[in-house]
């Protein structure tokens, strides 16, 4: 079975840093970009970073730029994303999205990140 699973979400200090986690597992892919999204209370879902799985090459939304790392491990087919300095305007559900060559789209259910100030 195909599927995406987030962690490492919690409740935090403003300032503290979070490491997020995507595991992909069950396909058998070679081709795909891994995206992260994030979801404020009451708003839409908007685009954080990516990474090209086969690439390691790295984009980020500029609202990310400074505070956002976003890395992957190869062995453990995982994705990972550095948040540092967090603030409580990043609290929301953080999503990871794998998009493979051939339109297969896969999504996460998703992390939650409380920040308090």
């Known amino acids: 079975q195909v599927q995406l699973v987030e962690s490492g979400g919690g409740l935090v200090q403003a300032g503290d840093s979070l490491k997020l986690s995507c595991e992909h597992s069950?396909?058998?892919?070679?081709?795909?970009?891994v995206r992260w999204y994030r979801q404020a209370p009451g708003k839409g879902r908007e685009f954080v970073a990516l990474?090209?799985?086969?690439?390691?090459?790295?984009s980020y939304a500029d609202s990310a730029k400074g505070r956002f790392t976003i890395s992957r491990d190869y062995a453990e087919n995982r994705v990972y994303l550095q948040i540092n300095d967090l603030k409580p305007e990043d609290t929301g559900t953080y999503y990871c999205?794998?998009?493979?060559?051939?339109?297969?789209?896969?999504w996460g259910q998703g992390t939650q990140v409380n920040v308090s100030s």
């Open positions: 999205n794998l998009v493979a060559t051939g339109g297969h789209i896969l």
């Open positions: 069950g396909h058998t892919f070679s081709t795909f970009v």
């Open positions: 990474i090209n799985w086969g690439l390691s090459t790295t």
